[in-house]
């Protein structure tokens, strides 16, 4: 059937590689399809990615819907503003992040075996599992700001139910959610992939040392605090930053864990 | 690239690799020549696929030199896009299918046939649909044989390929890698314990032992490299005297010896002194030379 396409293939290959290679050779491809061909290999089973997260916020947003009207319910009215800022409480909207931190991890413990085996770079591997986790934070982004609009415009869903208006989300304008949402998932995407990567290069003894150091840092850190009185300050820098500036400030742990996560990876090793 | 290189598929130097104290891979030096079916043969621990996995740059090496079609194949996309490493505990993500593992595998294996991967998928039986953590292990090593042999990799390794595959499935194993590989000349290097399985496929032969190179050697000359003697012991004692002695058995009056290297004379000479004499087979020869060597 593809008959004529190999032909093609051959001549091209005859034409670009005859000079350095002779047998059953295969032609280079170039750097950009190799690390596209990485986030594809991430996707070729859509549930990961895209099928399981999105049944989790259907669940998550069935349950909101039952719970909302049962305190509607009770209390005689979601319609009320207090009602309105009573449903920000809920974390229903972070559902999906619980099981994406997991996929963070499994992208690198699963993926890279899976890769090196079908002979791809530990460069090219990161730089693909990179881009995926960027592309799919942004349709993420995207998806959930469009959706936290909706339910302002339909009222809650002509229900008076908010999933999408909780917590910092919904507050400030959809730019602000578009920034806050993609950098969450950018984090949990890059934290689950960082610590998933600092097993495969060290092991058990990364582990321990990693998660003893991040530890120390946050005790250290909240003592630090402490003994200098300071979280009044604290308290002031964080309300002074706002909910965009607070977002803003994630990207950086987010960049530390995809940095160090490509450094650590150069040198790692599948298990066996 | 000059002319020399362009026959030499992967040429190794004092290659050596530690595991802290460790020493899996001992100074090993070697080459593999480009189109030929290569057995690496070994005991479980010898390093066989340490030294596979320093081959495709999964591993790095403590010392010395590696050259995979000319270059060190570590991090090297021209390189690594050419092999194919059909690793008998290969990863696949948890709620990976066979076909996913079919969709993907073209991307990154550009001599990929579809239709001899479907075909091979019908030989050994495989549900497409069945997610891969549910297979057993003859079906999870099918799913590997299908990506090596489809593949058409220019150099091709498979690491105990056929773990759990029942003598049927091997022999369509060993039948189609054959068949591809007359059409499709290729490098092909088979790790296994199998050894007369694999005995009539293998070109070369290289067995490790203990992190070192035991044997390397074109199969057809090793085996007729060595003989059985069995006759009475005294006449099989005279015979093998000052012999090279691979392995000697006996019971009672009788003697079993295995020696290397007998001439048509010299066999002539045995049958008329009454002994019976018989070949080796690769397997025979690999065990005795490699039970020899961890005795002494």
Known sequence: MSAPHRLWECTLMTLIDAPTDTVASVHSRTAWTRVWNVARLHLVDRRTYIGIPWLIVGIAFVITVFIAQIIGFTTGGLGTADAIEGQRYSWAVLSPQWYLIVVGVQAISFGFPLALGFGVTRRDFYLGTALMFVLIAAVNAIAFTVLTQLEQVTNGWWLDSYMFNALWFGLNGWPVDLLSFFVVQLLVFFVGAFIATIYMRWRMLGMVIFWSALALTIVGTVMLITFTSSWPAVGTWISAQGIAGIFAWLFVPAFLAAGGGFLALRRATPKN | ?296
């Open chain 2, 1 to 296: 690239m000059n002319l020399t290189d362009t026959n030499t598929a992967v040429r190794v130097d004092g290659l050596t690799k530690k595991f802290g104290s460790f020493t899996a891979i001992d100074d090993v030096s070697f080459t593999i020549e480009r189109n030929k079916i290569y057995g690496l043969l070994g005991r479980n621990g010898a390093g066989k696929t340490t030294l596979m996995q320093l081959l495709t740059g999964q591993q790095f090496a403590t010392r010395g030199t590696l050259e995979v079609f000319g270059a060190s194949p570590v991090e090297n996309a021209r390189v690594l896009q050419q092999i194919c490493f059909i690793k008998e505990s290969q990863k696949y993500p948890d709620s990976f299918r066979i076909e996913h593992v079919l969709a993907s595998a073209p991307w990154f294996f550009a001599n990929w046939d579809a239709d001899f991967a479907q075909r091979l998928a019908v030989d050994f039986r495989l549900p497409l649909t069945r997610a891969i953590k549910k297979l057993s292990r003859g079906q999870l090593s099918a799913v590997g044989v299908i990506v090596g042999l489809a593949s058409r990799a220019p150099l091709t390794y498979f690491d105990e390929p056929y773990l759990g595959l029942d003598a049927v499935a091997r022999q369509i194993f060993y039948d189609r890698l054959l068949e591809d590989y007359v059409e499709h000349p290729r490098t092909v290097v088979l790790s296994t314990h199998l050894i007369d399985e694999v005995s009539n496929l293998l070109e070369h032969v290289l067995v490790i032992d203990d992190g070192r190179i035991l044997m390397d050697q074109d199969a057809e000359a090793l085996r007729g490299s060595a003989s059985n003697v069995v006759g009475k012991k005294t006449d099989v004692d005279f015979f093998v005297a000052g012999r090279d002695i691979i392995s000697r058995d006996g019971l009672g009056g009788l003697a079993s010896v295995t020696v290397a290297g007998l001439s048509e004379a010299e066999r002539a000479g045995a049958r008329a002194a009454g002994l019976e004499l018989s070949p080796v087979s690769l397997q025979q020869l690999i065990v005795a030379r490699t039970t020899s060597t961890s005795a002494g």
